[in-house]
């Protein structure tokens, strides 16, 4: 089992981001995303949670020998859950990849907070953890680590390029 961290400073205010995120497909940087269906929507009528479930689908360039040895496909699904909170001023979003979790498991938090030093910014964190179920789990979860940190900065920034492009000029308190 393998885990990787990494974080991130948008030049964009806590409700900038929770708006963008959700049109953050299609991006440049982010065209193996090939659709994000909702499964399920929800509003806690107690606490004002917003939780959504959302099933993504993904272009993989999946090497032919794998391809033939584990009968793979060349797009693959993950099922992800967000969940807003808008009191508490959180958005998080939980993915686990669900083609191949029997071969390779990937589980994703990501979460969103305002900057408690300039409420004109938001905070990122983003933990992955990866378990490889193969006598070559070492290597395999090694490469997924860095083609995991590689990737979330490439997907970084597609997203600031969105949030430029959907509030450019416009700042936090006119939201």
């Known amino acids: 089992m393998k885990f990787c961290q990494t974080s991130h400073r948008f030049t964009h205010s806590w409700e900038q981001v929770s708006a ?3 049109q953050k ?3 440049e940087n982010a065209p193996h ?3 994000v269906d909702v499964i399920n929507h929800e509003v806690d009528p107690k ?4 939780r959504t479930e959302r099933l993504v689908a993904c272009q993989q360039n999946v090497p032919t020998l794998i391809k033939k040895i584990f009968g793979a496909d060349d797009v693959s699904y993950a099922r992800e859950i967000v969940e807003v909170d808008p009191k508490a001023k959180t958005f998080t979003v939980f993915s686990r990849n669900l083609t191949g979790s029997d071969l390779l498991a990937m589980e994703e938090t990501v979460i969103y907070t305002p900057d408690p030093t300039d409420s004109t910014k938001t905070l990122l964190t983003q933990e992955a953890q990866f378990t490889a179920l193969t ?5 395999v979860e090694d490469f ?3 083609r995991f940190r590689d990737n979330a900065a490439v997907g970084r920034e597609g997203f600031e390029s969105v949030l430029n492009r959907l509030f450019a ?3 936090a308190a006119t939201l």
């Open 20 to 22: 963008g995120w959700w």
């Open 25 to 27: 497909y299609p991006n």
């Open 33 to 35: 995303v090939v659709s």
């Open 47 to 50: 606490t004002g949670i917003i």
């Open 135 to 139: 006598r070559f789990s070492s290597y």
């Open 144 to 146: 997924c680590v860095k």
């Open 169 to 171: 000029g416009k700042q």
